[in-house]
């Protein structure tokens, strides 16, 4: 079956400590996101790549950095300069013209 | 971008009950889109509406879209205990690859 795999569905962090979370689709497609969601909260936009090699910031991108080195994968890092790391983060995936396809998130607690 | 606004903001009926929730948005849109998220799980996409378009249905669900209003209504009918959700609207106005713009979403809770 085609789908987003989002690793670990948990993770734990000291402040001051980088994370990075994983992020892997077997849908071909080509266009790849994260999103950051806080309780009661919609999603925000964190970065977005539209092809391999190339990414662009989305709503808050500040303390957050991305690669796309392969069309499969787009890992997302939280840096120590996020100063509130804490929360749900969901990768998704789309082909043109088409709705996105959502991972399972991870959901990062750092203290 | 800024977020669009669903309304209520939650929402508890009675199984077997029709629930609505409503949308309001920003921009001009090219799309709207309904998803449903479960608790702690990822978003899942039930319903794209077109900016021609003023309703859709799909099974139990039933998309309005007025764009003159910039709002949107999903009716669910005959509600079941597994339709226990957040339910987001997400406007995509075209033009970009920066996704959509999600509103806050309405907490539907059915009591069996």
């Known amino acids: 079956d085609g789908g987003i795999t989002q690793s670990p569905k948990y993770l734990f962090r000291k402040e001051g400590q980088n994370v990075t979370l994983s992020c892997e689709q077997n849908l071909n497609h080509d266009a790849m996101y994260w999103y950051r969601q806080d309780p009661g909260q919609g999603l925000r936009l964190i970065y977005y790549?539209?092809?391999?090699?190339?990414?662009q910031k989305g709503d808050i991108a500040e303390g957050y950095s991305v690669s796309r080195e392969k069309k499969e994968s787009f890992p997302l890092t939280v840096t120590s300069a996020q100063k509130n790391p804490t929360a749900f983060y969901l990768c998704a995936s789309r082909t043109v013209n088409s709705p996105l396809h959502f991972g399972n998130g991870t959901r990062l607690t750092v203290t | 971008s800024q977020q669009g606004e669903e309304d209520p903001q939650a929402l508890s009926i009675q199984e077997g009950e029709n629930a609505t929730m409503n949308c309001s948005y920003k921009?001009?849109?090219?799309?709207l889109q309904w998803y449903r998220q479960n608790s702690g799980r990822g978003l899942v996409h039930l319903i794209l509406?077109?900016?021609?378009?003023r309703e859709k249905h799909s099974g139990r669900l039933r998309v309005t879209l007025d764009t003159s209003k910039k709002s949107s209504s999903l009716l669910i009918t005959a509600s079941r205990a597994a339709d226990t959700a957040s339910y987001f609207c997400?406007?995509?106005?075209?033009?970009?690859?920066?996704?959509?713009?999600f509103g806050k979403g309405t907490h539907l809770i059915i009591q069996p």
């Open positions: 921009t001009s849109i090219n799309n």
């Open positions: 790549s539209q092809i391999v090699n190339d990414f």
């Open positions: 509406i077109r900016s021609n378009e």
């Open positions: 997400a406007e995509y106005s075209g033009g970009g690859a920066d996704g959509l713009t």
